[in-house]
Nanobody, 120 residues
Framework: QVRLVESGGGLVQAGGSLRLSCAAS????????MGWYRQPPGKQRELVAT???????NYADSVKGRFTISRDNAKNMVYLQMSSLKAEDTAVYYC??????????????WGQGTQVTVSS
């Protein structure tokens, strides 16, 4: 069984910063791409950023230049540094990982989400 747990969300004023963390644990053989997604109130879940095992990154246009995704492969963790936050960044942020379990199964795992609220 594999588990992803996010942390670091909260309430912040516009222009401020937050750092999200996501820890993967359980029967992990290897982790491929990891990413952050978000679901604003009343809207569908959307991609924020992804990072491959080798460190290649991809960002949604709306966060380019403001958000930075990184990962620590030794700790099975992925991070999202968010700066210059805007009210429209308010959402539940979810961690995602492409995981190969120790039994050889490949699964796409999601965390439970962490709320980020940006006050204007």
């Amino acid at each position: 069984q594999v588990r992803l747990v996010e942390s670091g969300g909260g309430l912040v004023q516009a222009g401020g910063s937050l750092r999200l963390s996501c820890a993967a644990s359980g029967s992990i053989g290897a982790i491929g791409s990891m990413g952050w997604y978000r679901q604003p109130p009343g809207k569908q879940r959307e991609l924020v950023a992804t990072i491959t095992a080798g460190g290649s990154t991809n960002y949604a246009d709306s966060v380019k230049g403001r958000f930075t995704i990184s990962r620590d492969n030794a700790k099975n963790m992925v991070y999202l540094q968010m700066s210059s936050l805007k009210a429209e960044d308010t959402a539940v942020y979810y961690c995602n990982a492409d995981i190969l379990t120790q039994r050889g199964s490949r699964i796409g795992s999601w965390g439970q989400g962490t709320q980020v609220t940006v006050s204007s």
